[in-house]
């Protein structure tokens, strides 16, 4: 892998060398091993399926899952340009801003949370209050002022009067967190190139792109979006396409019960059904959605008996409080 990705990115030992010089990421336990275990469903059993899952929600309660590793180069890129500020992105419930405020909060930088939605405010969702109490400044702007982003951050920060501080994209996202993403398979407590196929959840993209210059070749990576759009196909073909050759995928919007952020008794007794035979917790926003998507690839018998595939759990889970299904 690490020869796969010094094709166009040089630095990752150097970048992680670096994070370990912080104490406070070192001891909050962010650079161990994640565990893989099997899932144990009776619908994979009766089809012969072994299908392992990624546990990188259990990293860290609030830096969980894909969060951190697509912020951990961010960090360090944001240290060595003699930053002490940082600047991103998010919707109310974004698990990126979440992880973002606390990892601020214990570097002792300043950090600035742009959030979706101008009617929203601290008392709107507990992850919002938690990210305040971090000492997250939070500016809360409309959903047009926020699109604009998109097409140029200058008039934004200009309107808020954000000078200075380096600028983390929407979840994480940009070359470094692609980068940093490729690297949730190597902190993995076993290797990689047994899976025939691996799965995950997608939101904007990046650790799909990540996990798929991680992963060898011969495994096939299927993204399950959470938000509704033919467009991310081809967004994803342009991402990867600046990554040279990689190995098969597909990803997919089949699973997004309407949209993001968007939930269902359907849905929601998924998730307890799953929890009962399994005891994996997954979150209606991203995992279980994915779950679904597989459980169906599997019964449909998409996926031939004897394959071994690997779920990746993202975590979220810390987002789950308060959220009601809207049917
Ligand atoms: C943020 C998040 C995702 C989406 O990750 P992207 O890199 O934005 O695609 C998936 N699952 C969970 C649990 C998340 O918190």
Known sequence: MVNQLSRFYPLPDQFELSLLQYPVLRNAGLFKPIALHPVVH???????????????????????GNKWFK??????????????????????????LHALAYCANRLGL???????????????????AEADAWGMELKFVSRAQFRDVRSGL????DALKLTRGYVIPEGGDGWLGMVGASTMMAQSIHGVSRYDEVITAV????????LRLGLPTSARLIGYSALRGQWQASAMAHRLQLCGRVGPWQLTDHYCRGGFGRSDKVLLSFIDE??????????????????????????????????????????????????????
């Open 42 to 64: 009776p619908s994979f059993t009766a089809k012969n399926i072994r299908v392992d899952i990624l546990r990188a929600d259990q990293l860290h309660p609030v830096i969980s």
């Open 110 to 128: 300043d950090c600035v949370g742009i959030v979706r939605g101008e009617e929203l405010s601290l008392a709107s969702n507990p992850m919002l």
């Open 203 to 210: 939101g904007t993209g990046c650790t799909f792109a990540g």
């Open 274 to 327: 799953f929890y009962e035979d399994t005891q994996v917790p997954l979150e209606p926003l991203y995992s279980a959605k994915a779950m679904m998507g597989l459980m169906d690839r599997v019964q449909q018998q998409v996926i031939k008996s004897g394959s071994r595939v690997l779920f990746v759990h993202n975590g979220g889970l810390q987002g789950l409080r308060g959220i009601a299904p809207n049917e």
């Open 71 to 96: 912020l951990k180069y961010h960090l360090v890129q944001a240290k060595r340009e003699g930053h002490t500020t940082l600047i991103s992105f998010g919707g109310a419930w974004s698990n990126h």
């Open 154 to 157: 200058r008039p934004l920060l």
